[in-house]
């Protein structure tokens, strides 16, 4: 009897020490696309693995801003996030090369190709900084909105816009294009658009409604500032603990989930672009004259982040890929 009682122990002991729960956390709010796929993608992974792996998510930055989350990575607090812009960034630099401004313009299904050439490289340095991805996020293309008429590059100058505090890409063009930077935590944006603490901002336009910032803004520079990306990063210490054949598993269910939500990010900034023009917001084009400018902002910019925030052979893939 003694003997029976142990074994169901370390059968249940068994089944405990090959479950995994990894809790995540995106700053997508609840009842979004990104919200709906995953959820759905949580639950599809769960069943594929027979309940061995699960995942936690943590939605609307109920875990802080992106920098709050990859602290909790490391101390173990979380295992995994969705990750944009600089706190990309400071898990593999040469991912930022994709996010260079005045690099594909309006192209986004060039860009979208050369992400997926270049996501064998990008993972290779994810895995070298304890990081493994299941997969890109298209952020999509990223505009100016402001509440301050700004009709050429130029007149841009001055302009308090909005950083995450410390990111060098941002900085390089606030720099070269002189603006004024105001660091603020994302949460934060809102309201400083609204009491003037900062005149600007930029963001997809599925982002620009999310965040509630067409309700503050009057104006969006209808000329693509660069295009952005996210990886969805799950701590090397928590992938490890997952048996190999339920890795396959979760990687082959993940990509599904996130070329869907790719698909509907695609269509819901187009849609969510119509929809801050019927709201008002003007529209503001720029010259070709501006373009001229800009291509020799990009050429500045690359002088200031090479072999600093990406290598020089990140730069070097990505111009091959996408033909620059």
Known sequence: MKFQYLMILVLMFSFQAFAQTLKVAVLAPEGTGWSKNLKMMASEIEKGTEGKVKFKIYFGGSQGDEPDVLRKIRIGQLQ??????KTLGDINGDVRVMELPFTFYEKRELALATLKKLAPYFNEGFSKNK???LGFFEIGLIYFVSKKKSESLDSLKGLKIWTWEGDP????????????????????????LSTGIIEAAYAPPLGIIALQWNTKIKYLVDFPLSYSVGAFLIGKEAWAQIPAN???????LAAKYIDDVNVQNAKDNIEALAAIKSMGVEFLKFSDKDITTAKGLRVKMIARLKGKLFSAEALKKLEAEAKL
């Open 80 to 85: 995994g996030g969705i990750f944009t812009g």
């Open 131 to 133: 990081f493994e991805n």
């Open 169 to 192: 890409l941002v900085m390089a063009m606030i720099q070269e294009m002189n603006l004024v930077s105001v660091p603020l935590a994302l949460p934060d944006v809102l309201s400083s």
């Open 246 to 252: 339920y890795q396959a598993k979760v990687k082959e």
